[in-house]
T-cell receptor, first 109, second 114 residues
Framework: KNEVEQSPQNLTAQEGEFITINCSYS?????LHWLQQHPGGGIVSLFM???GKKKHGRLIATINIQEKHSSLHITASHPRDSAVYIC???????????FGEGTQLTVNP | SQTIHQWPATLVQPVGSPLSLECTVE??????LYWYRQAAGRGLQLLFY??????ISSEVPQNLSASRPQDRQFILSSKKLLLSDSGFYLC?????????????FGDGTRLSIL
């Protein structure tokens, strides 16, 4: 069992739909990250969370430390949101990241 | 502002040949540096991380090595590449703090071994 698990693995949506990607982890963490990987491979850090909720534009990330669960939401999805979304955690032991396998999101026009 | 440069962007190498991938960071000092690999259809795997010059930790046994000859330079090397070394290699940096620092990624190197 992976220490960080994401669901779904693949997600196809129509433009405008509300999207949720989930991340569960089994280790103690000091922070959780949501990353976006575009088709060319480049990775961008979207959020770093240790509690509560953060919002940036149409993206919202939440974390429930007690339940060891985080969600990434995309409102009013757009084809340019198509990418792989990766959840990663900083274990309490240090700065290294442990990654989920990623969620491939495709938003169709 | 800080920037990270990684090169080359793509590389095709024969089995048994050597490898050198370079990563440099600008605009910060004493960063933590990381090398990751992403095999086809797989998640990211940490290969090496460094907290300072000549201070390298290896996460998985493998055919690769890393060096940090200067504060903001991180090099991934191999003396003899294997087919299984194919993948997408990413360099990243974070501030030199214990935890809770975002990592900033380079654009990656797509390595194909023939």
């Amino acid at each position: 069992k992976n220490e960080v698990e994401q669901s779904p693995q693949n997600l196809t949506a129509q433009e405008g739909e509300f999207i949720t990607i989930n991340c569960s982890y089994s280790v103690g963490i000091s922070a959780l990250h949501w990353l976006q990987q575009h088709p060319g491979g480049g990775i961008v850090s979207l959020f770093m969370l240790s509690s509560g909720k953060k919002k940036h534009g149409r993206l919202i990330a939440t974390i429930n430390i007690q339940e060891k669960h985080s969600s990434l939401h995309i409102t009013a999805s757009h084809p340019r949101d198509s990418a792989v979304y990766i959840c990663a955690v900083n274990e309490t032991s240090g700065s290294r990241l442990t990654f989920g396998e990623g969620t491939q999101l495709t938003v169709n026009p | 502002s800080q920037t990270i440069h990684q090169w080359p962007a793509t590389l095709v190498q024969p089995v048994g040949s050597p490898l050198s991938l370079e990563c440099t960071v600008e605009g910060t000092s004493n960063p933590n540096l990381y090398w990751y690999r992403q095999a086809a259809g797989r998640g990211l795997q940490l290969l090496f991380y460094s907290i300072g010059i000549d201070q390298i930790s290896s996460e998985v046994p493998q055919n690769l090595s890393a060096s940090r000859p200067q504060d903001r330079q991180f090099i991934l090397s191999s003396k003899k590449l294997l087919l299984s070394d194919s993948g997408f290699y990413l360099c990243a940096w974070s501030l030199d703090r214990a935890t809770n620092q975002p990592q900033h990624f380079g654009d990656g190197t797509r390595l194909s071994i023939l």
